[in-house]
């Protein structure tokens, strides 16, 4: 068996030469910035950072070489590996920023808040940083006074108003609409005869009632 080679040069493994690492970086910065959407990303992200991505690949040679070569090789490939992740991270929050921008929730009857809430708490728990976005983001609308004070009390921004008998033009590629499902009121001592509870009811007209509605 030959004694390990002390002087192997790691510029001689192609993968770990100085111009491959460049060229591999300058290739997944080029994907990384040429990715229109998350999918984009992630497959980007796979082909430059994943398991068979070059750079992971060259890493995969150190290993070979003797002790005193592979501080250098190492510190080469790391800085490039570490780079990219940076690019990939930059990348993707102008994505998530981008898409969050064409999204518009709307709450036609926003009641004392409920729903919109629920997406605020949703939304900053997986996005702390999101608060000032999603409240640029959100037409809320309640025709109730009482109702309206109560969500603006929680912090959201409602116009008091019927958006049914307001002309109101909303521009967006994405518009998420808060509401409540279909529903007919019935007094409880007096519901209809085909009245069946727990069920949806597709298309059904809304009776008004004094009493506490019954939702089916």
């Given at each position: 068996?030959?004694?390990?080679?002390?002087?192997?040069?790691?510029?001689?493994?192609?993968?770990?030469?100085?111009?491959?690492?460049?060229?591999?970086?300058?290739?997944?910065?080029?994907?990384?910035?040429?990715?229109?959407?998350?999918?984009?990303?992630?497959?980007?992200?796979?082909?430059?950072?994943?398991?068979?991505?070059?750079?992971?690949?060259?890493?995969?040679?150190?290993?070979?070489?003797?002790?005193?070569?592979?501080?250098?090789?190492?510190?080469?490939?790391?800085?490039?590996?570490?780079q990219v992740k940076?690019?990939?991270?930059?990348?993707?929050?102008?994505?998530?920023?981008?898409?969050?921008?064409?999204?518009?929730?709307?709450?036609?009857?926003?009641?004392?808040?409920?729903?919109?809430?629920?997406?605020?708490?949703?939304?900053?728990?997986?996005?702390?940083?999101?608060?000032?976005?999603?409240?640029?983001?959100?037409c809320l609308f309640?025709?109730?006074?009482?109702?309206?004070?109560?969500?603006?009390?929680?912090?959201?921004?409602?116009?008091?108003?019927?958006?049914?008998?307001?002309?109101?033009?909303?521009?967006?590629?994405?518009?998420?609409?808060?509401?409540?499902?279909?529903?007919?009121?019935?007094?409880?001592?007096?519901?209809?005869?085909?009245?069946?509870?727990?069920?949806?009811?597709?298309?059904?007209?809304?009776?008004?009632?004094?009493?506490?509605?019954?939702?089916?």
């Amino acid at each position: 068996m030959s004694a390990p080679n002390k002087n192997y040069d790691p510029v001689e493994v192609t993968a770990l030469s100085p111009g491959e690492i460049e060229r591999a970086l300058d290739e997944a910065q080029a994907a990384i910035g040429a990715a229109r959407n998350l999918d984009e990303l992630k497959a980007a992200r796979l082909a430059h950072a994943g398991d068979r991505a070059p750079l992971t690949q060259a890493r995969a040679e150190i290993g070979a070489l003797p002790p005193e070569a592979r501080a250098d090789a190492g510190k080469r490939v790391g800085v490039a590996q570490g780079q990219v992740k940076a690019a990939i991270g930059r990348r993707q929050a102008e994505l998530e920023k981008e898409r969050d921008e064409r999204v518009l929730i709307v709450d036609p009857a926003t009641g004392s808040g409920a729903y919109p809430l629920a997406v605020v708490a949703d939304t900053l728990e997986r996005a702390p940083g999101a608060a000032q976005l999603l409240a640029q983001r959100m037409c809320l609308f309640e025709p109730l006074a009482g109702a309206a004070r109560l969500a603006r009390a929680h912090g959201l921004d409602v116009a008091e108003c019927d958006v049914l008998a307001t002309p109101m033009a909303i521009d967006a590629p994405i518009v998420v609409c808060l509401g409540n499902p279909p529903y007919r009121r019935a007094r409880r001592t007096a519901a209809p005869p085909d009245f069946v509870a727990g069920g949806w009811v597709p298309g059904a007209p809304i009776g008004l009632a004094t009493d506490a509605p019954v939702n089916s």
